[in-house]
Structures are given as structure tokens and as C-alpha cells.
């Protein structure tokens, strides 16, 4: 396993596990030697791929909607906690400093939605937009990926779901405005955190907590149903927040709130103790303690129905919490109902006029 002698500002992972799937081992050491490593390059890379499908089936019974979209695999954010570094290994990388600075793009992933669609056997069923790593990360700006998609659900009235912490997402107002109009979109803002400090570390390229609420209120004013996802709670770190999260999330306009409870499966466990024993010494044990109390005693959980909200008092006691919130704050809101039943193909209306 590599480890940087420097900390490295700027990103979440601080250390690059081993790549479970290669059987070799990249060596960082100087070579002349000293024990040291050397301190690789922080500077993002981009890799471009061409996919053969990009609407992928969800089967977990935890997740409301089951297809979804990523047009990038990797996620410049950093967030520390992310479930999705796991999936980088598949690529070749690392979950650790790798996830969040090379970064795969899917150039053809427009192409691929509208052949989808234009199946006959597509039904229409809402799709996540992104499912994995977040769409509107920096590099969406030049390469509209996510825009395009977009505008192909607006053309065929195909219902979305989307989830970010950016607030790139505004520059697409737009398009989500026309979807909302026919029930055609759900967003979600991601918020972990209002304290500056720990989103700075916790989640180093992300817009801050004020600027997401901002987000918040925008789209609500714009008439796109918005809620807010906790995500995640981190017992001992940030879970004191659940309130404040919500009561803020309700004065921004939003309809709707969430949480999940963090689990730190395979090596996002080595990636997360780094991290925390680098930046919270004084608390890392208790936190880790409180994550493994959560889960059965383990750092990690994968069973369907109890992953994502975890066991035990600590668990209950977010819940609790949450739940208490949510009625305080959020009582008599909810999203509107996707509609399903005004998906046309383009040819289908043409041949309609016929």
C-alpha cells in the first residue's frame, strides 16, 4: 500500500490501496534507498471510454429507482466516505487517490441513452442519474454529458431521478424546469455537513454547504421538486447535525429529506481510518468504534435492507433523531408522483400525425 509522506490538500484520500484485481503492485519508493515514498503527482488525469450500453439495471431492493445513468466513472469531489471507490477497481485504479483523480469519461454515454429509449422494449421507468459518481462533477462543464441526457429526457418525457452536491446543476435549469412541468424530474442535493471545516476535508472539491442550500432554494423557485439527502451520517462526526441539516433544508424550500447511514465496505475502510486518524487523531477511535457498533461490529455492511440505516442503539438513535426532524420540519411536504404515461418516441409522433 502506498502512503504520502505530505498531505495532500485538495483531495480526500490520502493513501491508494493496492488494487485487489492486479497482481502486481505499483512501487513508489525512490529507488535509491531511502525508506521514504515518493509523493505521487495530485494532478487529475482523464481517460476516455466507449461503452457499449450505459442504462444499467439496479437489483438492490434499498434503492427506489432501478436503472441508472453514469457518464463518468471516478469523481473529482474527493469525498472521503464515497461507496463508489470500490467500483474503480474494475477500471485498473485504485479506490483511493486514484477515484478522484483519474477520471474515466464516457464520451458516447447521449448516443447510448437514445438508442436505449428507442428500443421497443424500453418501458418507461424512471432512471438515477448518476447511480455511482456524481454528474455534474467539474469536467460536465466542458463535456455536457449530463446536459445532453438531459435534453433527450426532455424529448422523449422520460422521468429522472438526480443527485448531486454541485451547483453546476443550475446551468441546466432550463431543461429541469420543462421536465418538472410534466412531473418528468426529482433532484436531490447531497448534504453531508454545515460545518466549513469538515466539509473542507471531508469532501475537498465540493461546493459548500451554503452554496448547496442556495442550490436548494433556486430550483425550488424554479418549480423542480428539490429535497435534501443526508448522506452520509457518520456516528461521532457529523450525525449532532441532522436537525440543523433539516431545519435548513426546509427553510431553502426543499419537499423532501433523506439520510443513509455510512458504511466503509473493502478498501474505502483503509481509505477512511487513513483519514481520519490524519485529521481527527483525538476522535478517530470513538468514530470508528460507533461505525463498527453500527454494523454489527463491522466496519463494512452489505446486507439488503439494514446497510444503508445500519443496527443497534447508535443506529436507532439517528433514526430517532432523523425521524424527529423530519416531523418538525418537513410535515405535510413530499415530491409529486413521477408520471409514466406521456413517453413518445420521436418516431411515434411522427407517425401519430398520420
Known sequence: MEHFQDYLKGRGAQINPDNRFSKQAYDTGAGDGLDEPVQPAAQTQFFYDHPKTIINKVSSPDIPLKHS?????????????????????YWGFSAGLDFESKIIVKSNTP???RKALNRPSWKPE?????????????????????????????????PVGMITKNSLI????????????????????????LEESLRRVMEPRTATAARRL??????????????????????GLNNHEIPAIVQAAAKHGARACGYTLVRLNGDIGLVFEDWIRKN????????????????????????????????????????????????QHLKGREMPPYRLDIFRR???????LF
Not at 69 to 89: D, S
Not at 309 to 327: E, M, N, V
Open 280 to 327: 481527527f487523531p483525538d476522535r478517530a477511535e470513538k468514530v470508528l468504534n460507533q461505525i463498527k457498533a453500527c454494523h454489527g461490529g463491522q466496519l463494512n455492511d452489505s446486507v439488503y435492507g439494514r446497510r444503508m440505516r445500519g443496527s443497534g442503539p447508535i443506529a436507532d438513535s439517528i433514526s430517532t433523531l432523523f425521524q424527529l426532524a423530519k416531523k
Open 111 to 113: 448516443a447510448l441513452l
Open 170 to 193: 443550475l446551468r441546466d435549469v432550463d431543461i429541469l424546469s420543462d421536465l418538472a412541468a410534466n412531473d418528468l424530474v426529482h433532484v436531490f442535493i447531497s448534504i453531508t455537513t
Open 69 to 89: 445513468i453514469n457518464p463518468y466513472q471516478g469523481c473529482e469531489h474527493g469525498c472521503v466516505y464515497c461507496y463508489a471507490r470500490n467500483t474503480h477497481a
Open 214 to 235: 442556495a442550490v436548494v432554494e433556486a430550483l425550488t423557485k424554479a418549480g423542480v421538486p428539490t429535497g435534501v439527502m443526508i448522506g452520509p451520517v457518520i456516528p
Open 346 to 352: 420521436p418516431d411515434d409522433r411522427q407517425l401519430s
Open 126 to 158: 424512471p432512471i438515477m442519474f448518476s447511480g455511482n459518481t456524481d454528474c455534474y462533477q467539474p469536467i460536465e462543464r466542458k463535456m455536457l454529458l449530463t446536459r445532453q441526457c438531459l435534453e433527450i429526457f426532455r424529448e422523449y418525457g422520460q
